[in-house]
T-cell receptor, first 114, second 114 residues
Framework: DQQVKQNSPSLSVQEGRISILNCDYT??????FLWYKKYPAEGPTFLIS?????DKNEDGRFTVFLNKSAKHLSLHIVPSQPGDSAVYFC?????????????FGAGTQVVVTP | NAGVTQTPKFQVLKTGQSMTLQCAQD?????MYWYRQDPGMGLRLIYY???????DKGEVPNGYNVSRLNKREFSLRLESAAPSQTSVYFC?????????????FGEGSRLTVL
């Protein structure tokens, strides 16, 4: 039962344009969300997070938007750069005593073309 | 700092063979995790350890055992490998009081079971 879903397996965007990655969740009890970035042959690295008490969190070129009523969040990358080419995972902590027990989406492969 | 170190990086096993994946972290983190990544599935939690001497099952624990040898080390053992265990395995750690779900991952161990 996948409670965090990324329905777009891949995204191609031109350098300098905006990348928009989408993530949907089914469990209304989730109250914290994270995005991880993964390059080939490396482990995922934390990118940005958002608490359910906010609807937007920004960190440099990366902004995450949360729409609780739609159970939807999105990651915006502006402007996209070639180094942003990676797989991006959306994740949420399971509702237990350990915040590191994450449920991950399937990931979206982003390719930024020159 | 090395962060999270996993060995081996690659391994090929025959069905029924056993092996242990090793993981060590040098960030003085209390919590450690083993995830597996499969195509189209994202990362799924196998086992985790909230602190030295404690372990607990995650989402997909069948066929695996773990040992939290000390605060630094958390190993994953496959007693009788099966082709369904072909995957990329990631060890991760987090500060127990972080309450953010931010994990620090190793580079991964690619396991093929023939």
């Amino acid at each position: 039962d996948q409670q965090v879903k990324q329905n777009s397996p891949s995204l191609s965007v031109q350098e300098g344009r905006i990348s928009i990655l989408n993530c949907d969740y089914t469990n209304s009890m989730f109250d914290y969300f994270l995005w991880y970035k993964k390059y080939p042959a490396e482990g995922p690295t934390f990118l940005i997070s958002i608490s359910s008490i906010k609807d937007k969190n920004e960190d440099g070129r990366f902004t995450v938007f949360l729409n609780k009523s739609a159970k939807h969040l999105s990651l915006h990358i502006v402007p996209s750069q070639p180094g942003d080419s990676a797989v991006y995972f959306c994740a949420a902590p399971r509702l237990t005593d350990s915040w590191g027990k994450l449920q991950f989406g399937a990931g979206t492969q982003v390719v930024v073309t020159p | 700092n090395a962060g999270v170190t996993q060995t081996p990086k690659f391994q090929v096993l025959k069905t029924g063979q056993s092996m242990t994946l090793q993981c060590a972290q040098d960030m003085n983190h209390n919590s450690m995790y083993w995830y597996r990544q499969d195509p189209g599935m994202g990362l799924r939690l196998i086992y985790y350890s909230a602190s030295e001497g404690t372990t607990d099952k995650g989402e997909v624990p069948n066929g695996y055992n773990v040992s939290r040898l000390n605060k630094r080390e958390f190993s994953l053992r496959l007693e009788s490998a099966a082709p369904s265990q072909t995957s990329v395995y990631f060890c991760a750690s987090s500060a127990q009081d972080a309450n953010t779900g931010e994990l620090f991952f190793g580079e991964g161990s690619r396991l093929t079971v023939l």
